[in-house]
């Protein structure tokens, strides 16, 4: 008997697609990305960017939080017209809320990427943390692009597209 409790306990941590239930579960990607963000911080703070690893590390950073707030905004947000976004939200409160709803991906974007404006105009663009900063304000700019693009243009045989 206790070897079908135990199954039926592993049965019922899977969804129906197969796949396990669970915080980590659900959240294993962005944990990840995190994580490898936190590794090139670390990797850069230690490092001298004027040699190629040092330069690599600063421009990881940069490239590794793209990929940080892509998978979290996409995960989280909503643009309208993105197939890159996840589904809207069924009810909407009012005309302004709809507006912030239906661009809240792109709001997101240029909002922070504001932040990052505001820090890289600030800094130092030769000092070892304005490297990044400039870097990361090319990445922001290179994500809302992508987003705005989606939104109207296709590209042939992307799975994005066919729908």
Excluded at 4 to 33: M, P, V
Excluded at 131 to 145: C, H, P
């Amino acid at each position: 008997m206790p070897a079908e409790n135990s199954d039926t306990g592993q049965k019922a941590k899977k969804r129906k697609s197969g796949r396990k239930s669970g915080f980590l579960a659900h959240h294993s990607l962005s944990i990840a990305c995190v994580a490898v963000l936190i590794l090139w911080i670390v990797l850069y703070t230690v490092s001298d960017p004027r040699t190629h690893w040092g330069s690599f590390f600063g421009n990881a950073i940069a490239d590794w939080s793209g990929v940080v707030v892509t998978v979290l905004a996409t995960k989280y947000l909503y643009e309208r017209g993105s197939s890159e976004s996840r589904k809207p939200p069924l009810n909407f409160r009012g005309p302004v809320w709809e507006l912030i709803t239906n661009h809240s991906l792109t709001l997101f974007l240029l909002l922070t990427g504001a932040c990052w404006v505001a820090v890289y105009k600030h800094a130092d663009p030769d000092s070892k943390w304005g490297q990044v900063a400039g870097n990361i304000v090319s990445e922001w700019t290179q994500i809302l692009a992508l987003v705005i693009l989606t939104k109207r243009l296709i590209e042939t045989h992307s799975k994005e597209s066919e729908k």
